[in-house]
Each structure stands twice: as structure tokens, then as C-alpha cells.
């Protein structure tokens, strides 16, 4: 997991677009095995083998996380995390078996928006006008999306709703964690306190996978791995001004993939969408990486 914050780049776009590329690809394969899994496998569950079969890539980690020291409240907020980023995650597990994967991944960027508001509330960031301005763009992008009194709004929608809710809820608290501890202790720390905060809710819809099914499920923590560590790379090598408009190609990707392997339809009105919420998020992160401002993750950052 990313642990919320986005540095500030360094001066190789070329590197820093061709990262990019390589992460939108990661986590598109993440939403086309999801996909492809089902609800075979009840969400919250299928959530939890993807934690427990990612806690391999943890073995790295362990030696900063054994030497962190983390202290009693440390500790509850690490829980706290825990349980909004599995909340977030059964939802998005939800979502993929309902809705396509070209508006699980549209919506899916409104998880930097969500931490914008977020960071206002909470955290007592100013409400700039030029917040405000990108905030009700990328609401009207939902907007746009859903369409409400167009169509029929499914519970797939409603749990991606939640999904981004959730995950802000995350990053704002990876915001707080990261000021005292190394980023591979919060990455760690993230995976298990998810893995142990899922556990419950496996249980209670458990079913027995079979060898396949954990063989997707183990592909998904492996690209899910994969796309957090071409995300770090591509923010180490460019700006966000450089990388933050090629995670737009993700959308596209995944409109392509659900069209072409699970027979989706190619909906317009996602794409605008979902471009007008990109376009927010690329604005938002340009103008708080102008001012040093390291409070709002990219759309990747906010993925399981």
C-alpha cells in the first residue's frame, strides 16, 4: 500500500510517463481478475485471500517494522486505518461484481476529492477558491457518470460511493501516520491491520475456494504489489504535473478491457466523466504541488 503521500518528483518525465503507463496497466489486471473471479467468491472474502496471499510481499518490510517501536496510540490509529481501508475494500470487491470496470475505475477518482474535502474538515486546510472550482467539477463528473433519474442506479454504485468515502478516510489518517513513522511501516502496518479487520467478515460468508480461485486471487496482491511500486517510481522520477494526467489512460484501459473480455458496453458518458474528474485531480495536484502541499494522494495511491 501507498501510505498517502506524493513526493515531489524529480525531473525525468519520460521515465516518470513510461512508470505511470506500467501502473495503470498493473491495476487494470487488478480490476480484470477481480472481475473475472466474481462473486464466486463473496466480496469480503475474496478481499481477505488477497491480503493474506499479499503478506508474502511483506517479508522486506519486517526488519523496519520489528525496529519501529510503535507506541499505544500508534497502535489505534493504525487500527483505525485498518478498518476504514477494509470497509473500502469490500466495497470496491462489491462494486467490481456489479457494476463495469470502466465506472468502478472512473469513480474510483473521486477518492482524491474526497481526501481534498477531508483535509478541510478535519485537518483544518483552507478552501481555496480554486478547490472549490475542481471539487464541484469532479462532483459534476459523478454526475455525469451516473446520470440519476437517466438510468437505474445499481447497489454497485452506492458501494463505490462508499468505497471513496472510505478510502479518504485512510489516506487522511496515512497522512497523520507517515509524519512518525517510515513509509515501510506504514505500508506493513496497513496490510495486516486489513488482513486482520477482514477476517471476521470472511468468515461470516465463507465459502471454500478452489486452487483457481486462489491462483486469481494471488495475481490480483501480486499486480496490486506491482502497480504500488511503478506508482513510487514514477513519482521519484516527474513531477505530478507529468504523471497526473497519463492515470487518466487507466480509464480507457479499463473501458477497453471490459469491452473486449467481459463484453461491457463502451459507455460515453463515463469516459466524459471520468475525465472531468481526472481534470480535477490533475488541477488539485498541480496547485498543491505549487505551494509544497502534500496533502492530496494521486487516484493510484488510494487503490488496495
Given at each position: 500500500?501507498?501510505?498517502?503521500?506524493?513526493?515531489?518528483?524529480?525531473?525525468?518525465?519520460?521515465?516518470?510517463?513510461?512508470?505511470?503507463?506500467?501502473?495503470?496497466?498493473?491495476?487494470?489486471?487488478?480490476?480484470?481478475?477481480?472481475?473475472?473471479?466474481?462473486?464466486?467468491?463473496?466480496?469480503?472474502?475474496?478481499?481477505?485471500?488477497?491480503?493474506?496471499?499479499?503478506?508474502?510481499?511483506?517479508?522486506?518490510?519486517?526488519?523496519?517494522?520489528?525496529?519501529?517501536?510503535?507506541?499505544?496510540?500508534?497502535?489505534?490509529?493504525?487500527?483505525?486505518?485498518?478498518?476504514?481501508?477494509?470497509?473500502?475494500?469490500?466495497?470496491?470487491?462489491?462494486?467490481?461484481?456489479?457494476?463495469?470496470?470502466?465506472?468502478?475505475?472512473?469513480?474510483?477518482?473521486l477518492n482524491p476529492v474526497y481526501v481534498t474535502?477531508?483535509?478541510?474538515?478535519?485537518?483544518?486546510?483552507?478552501?481555496?477558491?480554486?478547490?472549490?472550482?475542481?471539487?464541484?467539477?469532479?462532483?459534476?463528473?459523478?454526475?455525469?457518470?451516473?446520470?440519476?433519474?437517466?438510468?437505474?442506479?445499481?447497489?454497485?454504485?452506492?458501494?463505490?460511493?462508499?468505497?471513496?468515502?472510505?478510502?479518504?478516510?485512510?489516506?487522511?489518517?496515512?497522512?497523520?501516520?507517515?509524519?512518525r513513522d517510515p513509509a515501510a511501516v506504514v505500508?506493513?502496518?496497513?496490510?495486516?491491520?486489513?488482513?486482520?479487520?477482514?477476517?471476521?467478515?470472511?468468515?461470516?460468508?465463507?465459502?471454500?475456494?478452489?486452487?483457481?480461485?486462489?491462483?486469481?486471487?494471488?495475481?490480483?496482491?501480486?499486480?496490486?504489489?506491482?502497480?504500488?511500486?511503478?506508482?513510487?517510481?514514477?513519482?521519484?522520477?516527474?513531477?505530478?504535473?507529468?504523471?497526473?494526467?497519463?492515470?487518466?489512460?487507466?480509464?480507457?484501459?479499463?473501458?477497453?478491457?471490459?469491452?473486449?473480455?467481459?463484453?461491457e458496453t463502451a459507455d460515453g458518458w463515463v469516459?466524459?466523466?471520468?475525465?472531468?474528474?481526472?481534470?480535477?485531480?490533475?488541477?488539485?495536484?498541480?496547485?498543491?504541488?505549487?505551494?509544497?502541499?502534500?496533502?492530496?494522494?494521486?487516484?493510484?495511491?488510494?487503490?488496495?
Amino acid at each position: 500500500m501507498a501510505d498517502g503521500t506524493v513526493a515531489s518528483g524529480g525531473q525525468r518525465p519520460l521515465a516518470g510517463i513510461f512508470w505511470m503507463l506500467l501502473t495503470g496497466a498493473n491495476f487494470v489486471a487488478v480490476t480484470a481478475l477481480v472481475k473475472h473471479v466474481g462473486d464466486a467468491v463473496p466480496a469480503a472474502e475474496a478481499a481477505f485471500l488477497r491480503y493474506v496471499l499479499g503478506l508474502v510481499f511483506l517479508v522486506p518490510m519486517l526488519g523496519p517494522l520489528l525496529r519501529a517501536g510503535i507506541d499505544r496510540r500508534g497502535l489505534a490509529l493504525y487500527s483505525g486505518r485498518g478498518i476504514a481501508h477494509a470497509l473500502g475494500v469490500i466495497c470496491w470487491f462489491y462494486a467490481m461484481t456489479r457494476i463495469p470496470i470502466a465506472e468502478v475505475t472512473a469513480m474510483n477518482y473521486l477518492n482524491p476529492v474526497y481526501v481534498t474535502l477531508g483535509a478541510v474538515l478535519i485537518l483544518g486546510e483552507r478552501l481555496a477558491a480554486r478547490r472549490i472550482l475542481a471539487i464541484a467539477v469532479a462532483f459534476a463528473g459523478v454526475l455525469v457518470i451516473l446520470r440519476p433519474g437517466f438510468r437505474e442506479l445499481s447497489d454497485g454504485h452506492v458501494a463505490m460511493l462508499f468505497t471513496a468515502l472510505f478510502f479518504a478516510v485512510s489516506y487522511l489518517m496515512a497522512k497523520r501516520l507517515s509524519e512518525r513513522d517510515p513509509a515501510a511501516v506504514v505500508v506493513a502496518m496497513l496490510s495486516i491491520t486489513v488482513t486482520l479487520a477482514l477476517a471476521p467478515f470472511a468468515l461470516a460468508v465463507w465459502v471454500t475456494p478452489t486452487p483457481g480461485q486462489l491462483f486469481w486471487l494471488f495475481l490480483v496482491a501480486l499486480f496490486a504489489t506491482a502497480g504500488h511500486y511503478t506508482m513510487t517510481m514514477a513519482f521519484r522520477a516527474a513531477p505530478l504535473a507529468v504523471t497526473q494526467p497519463v492515470s487518466f489512460l487507466q480509464l480507457v484501459w479499463a473501458t477497453l478491457v471490459g469491452w473486449l473480455v467481459f463484453g461491457e458496453t463502451a459507455d460515453g458518458w463515463v469516459i466524459l466523466g471520468g475525465a472531468m474528474i481526472v481534470g480535477a485531480v490533475v488541477f488539485i495536484s498541480w496547485c498543491e504541488a505549487m505551494l509544497k502541499r502534500r496533502i492530496t494522494p494521486p487516484p493510484e495511491a488510494t487503490r488496495f
